[in-house]
């Protein structure tokens, strides 16, 4: 009897200690260095891949015209706002003119002075023709009567005289109305440069446009050249797009593009790449793009918005591709963990074309059908003992 | 001959397991401390270990990037690529802050690393889903303990970014998940002041007199964008080329490129010694007490227990039991006790170590010193309780 309730004792605390036991057991293999390493993996597969250029850039305007004036001035008159659109040779504003417009008058005044001067100088220039022809009539006809000896030299010596007094009379008369022509000249030239300064005065559209800003208002001062509207021409809105250096490769002009707005969320718009900068940006080492949208609706998008950009290259024909998770660098040598046989070896690898989804051609190190590690719980190495499964379990990856 | 210390748990041995397991759990909390402080330390190391770096080059005059601010020129890794021994040089930013995911927000590291490439020092090194950064902007690659899913879409400063890889052990020094996100937006998001700052400090700027100048248009627009570009990284992360030493690359770098370097033994040294020093020595020194403290309570225990049997102690005596017999018996049930305290203890600190918000580490190496010290902890104190033993009248066992 007694044996019996040592025996059931026994038994009870073999049934506490074997469970703790064992649990002991599992618990120092399954979270020590004896731990198998849980690992997912996938095989080395032919793919063609589709590499894809990713960047950022935002909405600009091909043709931006600032309108200002070529003197310093005051602003007399905008007459369009942020917004409108206008045609080419419209009115936009006018600078104020300030003695302009008098200068003009008293130059038109002017030119109908020399006008009156020109009309004296020729009636003196005539007076002076006819007393010219006057004074050589009577010198030739006391020749003659010399010559027939009925008259005297001395008279025919006056009349020489008085014919050579009206010839440079007539020759001053006619310098005179040559001046006073010049003259004319002069101030009607004058007058008209003023009138076309009067008119560079006015602020006028070179071409048809939308004004997206308005920078001085009537009465403000502006000095040459400082922009009192600006206008853009709307149907010549593009992206410049700046792509990453490193992964720019391919592109190239038309190639098609996605273009996503900020603002727009998910919305996909459609473009083109109208040509790649000759210049890069060598400080932030980034390639230059502008890439034009296929169709614009008449609601523009904002100039100035950011926008992402997708550029499609042409699909590579197959080869062995990987995800990108798998490759990594050990000891400086840059290559996967392959599985063979349950054991673990590292290939060094060669890398070609990337996708942005994450997918890498294989050039060299690997053929198809290989196992190649994806994930690992931690960092792999050569003794790593490894277990393959479908999924790292969710929270303890 | 019989033995007496397995009879005696035998016939008390609901007493015996109970105490073992009340035992187990105090060694438990010990070696989970142990595991805390590991944990720290570890999480300093593995910043070291994942950023692949032998060299990381940073501000002159600072103990950067970890421990001090540290700020360089994005373009002086194209100089540092051409030093001698020199095998790869990245740029990397690190900044942490709040990082928000709809409602709430996680604290995190930032860091900004060059996307598409693979391979370079500072890229997370193994993932455990999804894949790297291939985007120039707006991808992230963040840590499980952060607790995005792939798809996620978490918002840094101004800017969304989508999850698309996940690592494991991706900390920073202080425990932070690391959030990897393409160079440019990290240099952006550290320096980008929030909407109402940049109107301000247009205002500002529009307002001082020597920037905006009628005579000089567009100078006013050069001065705002340079206001708002960041040219910065915090640190360049070297790896050299096989064969060299670290500190035969470092030395011309200090010396012609006038920038303070420092290999992984002295930047494992500033981590270690100064950056988590505190804290760290604030968990030993807790640890410290905790073992004493344990240590205590084993030896109360054990003490305790031979006193509840004194009477049968006596008996054993009258009857003549062997001095050597039942210190014996004393000293094989304390171990006992010990060994028993030990396994349920590790069970226990095994299976509560992943619920803890921080790493905890719990070291093999730990756990064997651990059992040895709890064995030597037992073994004296049974000392003091086959002292008392020793001593009883075996008179007492008739006597009240």
């Known amino acids: ?397 | 001959m019989i033995n007496l210390a397995g009879h005696d748990i035998q016939h008390a041995w609901g007493k015996f397991i109970f105490t073992g397991v009340g035992l187990g759990l105090l060694i438990g909390v010990t070696l989970t401390m142990a595991g805390v402080y590991r944990g720290m330390v570890d999480d300093a190391m593995v910043l070291l270990d994942n950023s692949a770096a032998d060299l990381w080059v940073v501000q002159k005059d600072t103990l950067g990037p970890y421990a001090e601010p540290s700020s360089l020129q994005d373009d002086l890794y194209r100089g540092l690529l051409g030093m001698p021994g020199v095998a790869r040089a990245a740029n990397v930013t690190y900044l942490t802050m709040q990082v928000r995911q709809g409602e709430r927000d996680v604290r995190a590291m930032v860091v900004g690393v060059v996307p598409g490439g693979l391979g370079e020092p500072g890229q997370p090194r193994y993932l455990v889903d999804g894949r790297h950064i291939t985007r120039s902007h707006y991808e992230a690659v963040a840590d499980l303990t952060a607790g995005f899913r792939l798809g996620d879409r978490l918002r840094i400063r101004r800017n969304e970014y989508t999850v698309v890889g996940l690592t494991r052990r991706m900390v920073s020094s202080g425990g932070d998940p690391m959030i990897f996100v393409p160079l440019k937006d990290a240099q952006e998001a550290q320096f980008l002041k929030d909407n109402d700052a940049i109107v301000q400090q247009r205002k500002r700027t529009a307002a001082n007199p020597a920037f905006n100048r009628p005579e000089v248009p567009g100078l006013l627009d050069a001065v705002t964008h340079s206001q708002s570009a960041n040219p910065y990284v915090n640190t360049v992360l070297v790896q050299i080329k096989p064969g060299v030493s670290p500190e035969e690359v470092a030395e011309p770098i200090r010396r012609w490129k006038r920038l303070q370097v420092y290999t992984r033994v002295q930047m494992q040294s500033i981590l270690i010694g100064k950056l988590i020093a505190t804290s760290a020595r604030q968990i030993g020194m807790f640890l410290v007490i905790l073992a004493i403290v344990s240590a205590a309570i084993v030896a109360f225990i054990i003490y305790t227990l031979t006193l509840g049997k004194i009477r049968e102690i006596a008996v054993l005596k009258l009857i003549g039991t062997r001095n050597r017999t039942i210190a014996g018996m004393i000293l094989q049930q304390a171990v006992g006790l010990g060994v028993l305290g030990f396994v349920v203890g590790k069970i226990a600190a095994t299976f509560w170590a992943g619920i803890f918000p921080k790493y905890v580490l719990l070291l093999p190496g730990d756990a064997v010193r651990g059992i040895v010290a709890v064995v030597v902890m037992c073994a004296l104190a049974s000392l003091l309780a086959i002292h008392a033993a020793l001593k009883v009248d075996p008179a007492e066992a008739i006597g009240g």
């Not at chain 1, 369009?80 to 040779?89: L, M």
Request: positive net charge; contains cysteine.
């Open chain 1, 1 to 397: 009897m007694k044996r019996l309730h040592i025996q059931g004792r026994t038994l009870a605390m073999i049934g506490v200690l074997v469970p703790l036991l064992a649990l002991f057991v599992y618990v120092a293999i399954r979270s020590g260095p004896l731990a198998p390493v849980l690992v997912t993996a996938t095989t080395v597969e032919n793919q063609s891949v589709m590499p894809a250029l990713f960047g950022i850039g935002t909405i600009e305007a091909r043709y931006t015209y600032r309108i200002g004036p070529t003197f310093a001035g005051r602003v007399r008159q905008v007459s369009v706002d942020v917004g409108d659109r206008v045609s080419a040779g419209q009115l936009l504003g006018e600078m104020d003119p300030v003695d302009l417009d008098d200068r003009i008058a008293a130059l038109e005044a002017a030119l109908k002075r020399a006008e009156s001067q020109v009309t004296v100088a020729e009636a003196q220039a005539g007076d002076a023709t006819a007393r010219m022809t006057y004074a050589e009539t009577q010198a030739q006809r006391y020749e003659q009567l010399v010559e027939a000896r009925t008259a005297s030299a001395e008279l025919l010596d006056a009349k020489r005289q008085e014919r050579a007094v009206a010839e440079t009379t007539l020759a001053s008369a006619r310098a005179n109305l040559n001046a006073v022509r010049h003259e004319q000249t002069r101030v009607r030239s004058d007058r008209d440069a003023l009138v076309k300064q009067r008119a560079n005065l006015r602020l006028i559209a070179p071409a048809d446009g939308l004004v997206v800003s308005r920078d001085a208002e009537p009465g403000s001062t502006v000095v040459a050249g400082q922009p009192v509207v600006e206008i853009v021409a709307p149907a010549s809105l593009w992206v410049n797009v700046r792509f990453d250096q490193l992964s720019a490769a391919g592109l190239r002009a038309d190639l098609p593009a996605q273009i996503v707005l900020r603002s727009e969320g998910g919305r996909k718009l459609v473009g083109r790449v109208l040509r790649v900068e000759p210049l890069a940006d060598s400080v932030t080492e980034e390639i230059l793009a502008k890439v034009a949208f296929d169709s614009l609706s008449k609601a523009l998008p904002p100039i100035g918005e950011l926008a992402e950009v997708t550029v499609t290259l042409p699909a590579l024909p197959s080869a062995p591709t990987l995800p990108n998770a798998c490759v990594q660098r050990m000891n400086g040598d840059f290559g996967v963990w392959l599985i063979e046989n349950g054991s673990l070896r590292f290939a060094r690898i060669k890398t070609g074309a990337r996708d942005l989804d994450g997918r890498i051609q294989i050039l060299d190190g690997l053929q198809p059908g290989d196992h190649v590690v994806v994930y690992s719980r931690r960092m792999l190495d050569r003794r790593a003992r490894v277990k393959v499964v479908e999924r790292l379990p969710e929270g303890l990856r």
